[in-house]
């Protein structure tokens, strides 16, 4: 069975550290997509990165940046020069190719708290 | 704009009784889901559907039902049998191929009085 982990229930940061969030997952399958979504203060979730199973390919995007390790099942989160507003849950999920239902597993979230 | 709208925003409710929590979407959307929210935990999925007129349960479904009669529309009844309701509830909505990403909706927090 699929399982996302982040260990890191919470994390606290001075603004413009660099910060970087762990995930950890399971699967059986061969083919699957690993994704991360933020969580701000208003409850609705905002995704922010697709990735596929083939694709080991380092992804940045601003002061955002993933690194996807198959080896380690691994897609860490890191955020560069982080600013207040980056204060958030972030969760990873994960699904399976094999899955018809497009369903998502989820972690249990981490949450990040930047101070000025 | 294309999005997802739920409401209410907040709800309460009574022991023993139900209430349903509605999900519109406009993005053209076969798939639809539900999730439930506990503090400082993920996202647990209740029920899913992928076309109209369908569904299937999810990860913790007892005490919940969904109905899906529109693309667009799938609301989701919590009912009395449901021991413990009071949680965040997301309604997300996705194309159906490709396990490509969600699109969730800004929440209902349901509070039993």
């Known amino acids: 069975a699929q399982k996302v982990t982040q260990a890191q229930t919470e994390i606290s940061v001075v603004e413009k550290e660099d910060v970087t969030l762990d995930c950890v997952y399971e699967t059986r399958d061969t083919t699957y997509y690993l994704f991360w979504y933020k969580q701000p203060p208003s409850g609705e979730l905002v995704f922010l990165i697709r990735?596929?199973?083939?694709?080991?390919q380092n992804e940045i995007s601003g002061r955002y940046s993933w690194n996807f390790q198959k080896s380690t099942s691994s897609f860490n989160f890191t955020i560069t020069a982080s600013q207040v507003v980056d204060s958030a849950v972030y969760f990873c999920?994960?699904?399976?190719?094999?899955?018809?239902?497009?369903?998502?597993?989820f972690g249990g979230g981490t949450r990040l708290m930047v101070k000025p | 704009d294309g999005g997802i709208t739920q409401s209410p925003k907040y709800l309460f409710r009574k022991e023993g009784q139900n209430v349903t929590l509605s999900c519109e979407q406009n993005?053209?959307?076969?798939?639809m889901y539900w999730y439930r929210q506990d503090p400082g935990q993920g996202l647990r999925l209740i029920y899913y559907s992928q076309i109209v007129n369908d569904f299937q349960k999810g990860d913790i479904a007892e005490g919940y039902s969904v109905s899906r009669e529109k693309k667009e529309s799938f609301p989701l009844t919590v009912t009395s049998a449901q021991k413990n309701p009071t949680a965040f509830y997301l309604c997300a909505s996705s194309i159906v191929a490709g396990n490509n990403e969600q699109f969730f909706g800004p929440g209902t927090r349901l509070t039993v009085l």
């Open positions: 990735r596929n199973s083939f694709d080991e």
């Open positions: 999920a994960l699904s399976e190719a094999s899955n018809a239902g497009n369903m998502l597993t």
């Open positions: 993005l053209n959307h076969d798939a």
